[in-house]
């Protein structure tokens, strides 16, 4: 059998793939308006996602740093540490089988590559989205704690809005660029391409993890509506003081102004 290994990064929100694709000439096998996948080499291949992850077949460290050098300027929000996933491939094996960070392969058929490639890139965006997940919930947590010890909550207006938009962004990033439930039009017809894949999406969980991030930001978003129901409360119970406070002080006036009369 020969070994080839796969190399995933996330390096950043989002990656501009139609200039990228005018600028760089390659061998374009397939793209889309959301992926590029360029055959660069023998048995060397680049896959260039919208979600801002690059993912190498048979690179070594060194043009991997140049190609992510190259491709930065097309980046938005570029990450100063990349998350990354490494996956084996063992080709020419007697038979079909996915291990835990590896899968043996009959023959090198370059479907079943992409396909390996599109499941490992999928796979590092939800670590990211997870990640990102997590922190939301964190910081929705440390607001929850605070509003159960003292009975008030210490953010302001302004920033809950910024913070509610953060999370529909998140939400909405996922569901547009992640199709995790979605078999790719290639496996529709060839039943050794889907079970490969059904085979990868079990073994990198990619199901799980994603229901696990949708409920996460669920929690999120549940948490976010309480609280700004409470600062509408707060705010209006403000105004209705105010108010009050006014009406006395004219009534108050009313009087002074008859005594003094």
Not at 10 to 28: G, W, Y
Not at 185 to 206: A, G, M, S, V
Request: net charge negative.
């Amino acid at each position: 059998m020969t070994l080839q290994k796969v190399l995933s990064y996330q390096i950043a929100d989002s990656i501009d793939i139609k200039a990228f694709k005018a600028a760089f000439k390659a061998d374009l096998h397939y793209s889309d308006a959301d992926e590029l996948f360029y055959k660069t080499g023998f048995n060397e291949f680049i896959y260039v996602f919208k979600y801002g992850v690059v993912c190498f077949l048979n690179y070594d460290p060194i043009r991997i740093s140049e190609f992510l050098r190259l491709i930065s300027s097309y980046c938005k929000n570029a990450f100063d540490q990349n998350l990354t996933e490494e996956f084996e491939i063992h080709t020419n094996a007697g038979k079909n089988k996915i291990g835990f960070n590896s899968i043996e392969i009959i023959g090198a058929d370059i479907e079943v590559i992409r396909l390996i490639m599109l499941t490992v890139s999928q796979s590092v965006a939800l670590d990211y989205y997870e990640e990102q997940t997590n922190k939301m919930l964190e910081e929705t947590n440390r607001h929850t704690q605070m509003l159960e010890a003292k009975g008030r909550l210490n953010i302001s207006a302004t920033n809950l809005k910024k913070y509610i938009g953060k999370s529909l962004v998140l939400k909405n990033r996922i569901a547009e660029n992640l199709y995790i439930f979605d078999s790719p039009p290639e496996t529709w017809d060839d039943e050794n391409l889907n079970k490969i894949h059904n085979d990868l999406k079990r073994t990198f969980d990619l199901q799980e993890r994603f229901r696990d991030i949708q409920e996460g930001l669920n929690i999120v978003k549940d948490n976010l509506e309480l609280f700004r129901d409470l600062l509408q409360y707060k705010n209006s119970y403000r105004l209705e003081l105010i108010v009050i406070i006014l009406i006395l002080v004219e009534v108050l006036n009313l009087l002074a102004q008859k005594i003094f009369s």
